[in-house]
């Protein structure tokens, strides 16, 4: 039993890591929208040098995880490769894994509203790209010649507007 509280406690303290540093994770995403909306590239650059910190760590913590789970599914008769959190919680049942379980919980419910704000934020960026082409393109076609006036010539060959024949036949 000892060896079974040890692993959970091993489990307790990573699930706690994950569950932070997602919270982390989802406060740095609610900064990103706002830096997208506020066209911040400096602020985004840092923002994206703290999330990849924060999902490195949650790798690792995931790894260890990885690691503790079998081990627990092995002590309580389970196969070790084939069990999931929630089986090995389910197995074990006590007031100490219900904690757990909510912690688990927690963590998925707070990955799930990742998930969420993640694609709002690729939205926001995507129409920011698309408006950066927008612009450049408008730009682009104003600095361009119109294939009439490029045309070295006589000025008189150049046919007038139309409106120019509109106002002069009246």
Known sequence: MDNILEHLTILEDILVREFRA???????????RLVLTGQDICGLLTLVEHKEAVLDELSQLGDRRRIVVPQLAEIVGLQPHAS????????????????LKRLHEGIIALLGGIRNLTYSNQALAVAGL???????SFLLDLFQPLDNQSQLGDPHT??????YDIDNRA
């Open 84 to 99: 999931t959190l929630a089986n090995v919680l389910d197995a074990i049942d006590n007031e100490y894994c219900d904690r």
């Open 158 to 163: 150049i046919e007038p507007p139309l409106a």
């Open 22 to 32: 997602c919270q982390a994770l989802h406060d740095l995403i609610k900064e990103e």
């Open 130 to 136: 698309d408006r950066v082409d927008a612009v450049q």
